[in-house]
């Protein structure tokens, strides 16, 4: 069974920024999806950024212009770049990768286990 590692959080003041990494232990072919969600205290959990096996992203209107999605599906990794950070980005950060079986049309969806982000001074 494929399991996603997610690596890269912690503490970091107001206006300090991370980059968090999630890499696949195996490989998954014909991925059409990678994403980062998170969910804060109390809340719940959101879509923070998406990105496409065409290369299409799309951000989560409080983080637009700050974070910055990227993928490599060779490497089955997905990336998450967090500049500007606010206290309001505090949660735990989870990874997602969706594919699909070329031939059945069965589709796989891949989580993270999670990766706490603090922003506080």
């Known amino acids: 069974q494929v399991q996603l590692v997610e690596s890269g959080g912690g503490l970091v003041q107001p206006g300090g920024s991370l980059r968090l990494s999630c890499a696949a232990s195996?490989?998954?072919?014909?991925?059409?999806?990678m994403a980062w969600y998170r969910r804060a205290p109390g809340k719940q959990r959101e879509l923070v950024a998406v990105i496409t096996n065409g290369g299409s992203t799309n951000y989560a209107d409080s983080v637009k212009g700050r974070f910055t999605i990227s993928g490599d599906n060779a490497k089955n990794t997905v990336y998450l770049q967090m500049t500007n950070l606010k206290p309001e980005d505090t949660a735990v950060y989870y990874c997602?990768?969706?594919?699909?079986?070329?031939?059945?049309?069965?589709?796989?969806?891949?989580w993270g286990q999670g990766t706490q982000v603090t922003v506080s001074s």
């Open positions: 195996g490989s998954i072919a014909n991925i059409y999806y």
């Open positions: 997602n990768i969706k594919s699909v079986v070329s031939y059945t049309g069965v589709r796989n969806d891949y």
